[in-house]
């Protein structure tokens, strides 16, 4: 699941997830968050659908707001993800468009997108 724990971010029809508790995310430390809303990011960089707001979760490097992305969410989108040594991609697997690109910080091992365009399904 896509996430991010700045609900300014939202955008569109922003609802909450129903039943409670049904969509959680595991930070990498093991603790458990609930999702609270799920809309849009859109952006001039990113326009990704599907989005959780995850009250409390970190805000990144510099204290901006963060989307976590999920490679296997992205994938079952039709799109194609292909990470290398220093940077990755993402492309639209039946007309190999590139619509994301980003590059690994080494002081984390993270892959950070420059930009994505994620077309409705």
Known sequence: MHVTGCGELLSGPT??????????????????MDAVAVGSVATRRFLVHQVYQVPG???????????VLSVRQLTR??????????????????????????HLREEDGFYYLDYLRVPLP
């Open 57 to 67: 979760l970190p805000l990144g490097r510099g204290q901006r707001a963060v989307v």
């Open 15 to 32: 609802t909450r997830p129903a039943p409670q508790g049904s969509r959680s995310f595991r930070t990498r430390g093991g603790e458990v």
């Open 77 to 102: 989108l039709g799109l194609a993800v292909t990470f290398g040594c220093e940077a990755c991609d993402v492309r639209d697997r039946g007309t190999g468009a590139l619509v994301g690109e980003g």
